[in-house]
């Protein structure tokens, strides 16, 4: 059996779901354009952010972190880049952190949803693929297949065709 069907058999049982992004896929990690909705976030402090350790931006007001659907491609490739684990590996810390009053970061279903969360909460962050930025979000920070950088990478976005 070749590789490329070895993959497409994992993918259909389920078992490979990070193959449904492209490797050259990079995440913006997003807050709000409106300048008294915005936060900062160096890359030393995203991952705090998104596992409540760290809950209060610079100027003391809450953080409020997003995450797409467990089963969102993007999810499980920030998990993997960001927090080193996978979106079902991190059931039993919500667990045990829910039961101590700490929210996990509010889940949304689409990256629309996404941007429109970002936008319109103060304090917000999320990510979503970098070739989907508009004017309602500022990207902070950026996930590559690799690791997290604050320089804007060369994006390969593709034209819709017409």
């Not at 209060?56 to 998990?79: C, M, Q």
């Not at 941007?115 to 508009?134: F, M, N, P, Q």
């Amino acid at each position: 059996m070749s590789v490329d069907w070895i993959k497409v058999w994992l993918m259909l049982a389920g078992l490979l779901p990070a193959l449904t992004m492209a490797d050259d896929t990079v995440i913006a990690v997003i807050v709000s354009a409106q300048p008294n909705f915005s936060v900062s976030v160096a890359a030393s402090e995203l991952a705090p952010v998104y596992w409540r350790k760290k809950l209060y931006d610079n100027r003391g007001k809450p953080l409020h972190p997003a995450n797409l659907s467990t089963d969102h491609p993007l999810r499980l490739h920030f998990s993997q880049q960001v927090l080193h684990s996978s979106p079902r590996s991190q059931v039993g810390y919500w667990n045990e952190l829910y039961f101590h009053g700490v929210q996990p970061p509010f889940t949304v279903e689409s990256q629309e949803a996404m941007i429109r969360y970002v936008a319109y909460t103060e304090s917000a962050i999320g990510y979503i693929d970098a070739c989907k930025l508009d004017e309602r979000v500022h990207p902070v920070l950026w996930v590559t297949a690799t690791r997290v950088v604050s320089e804007p990478p060369n994006l390969r976005c593709n034209a819709a065709p017409l």
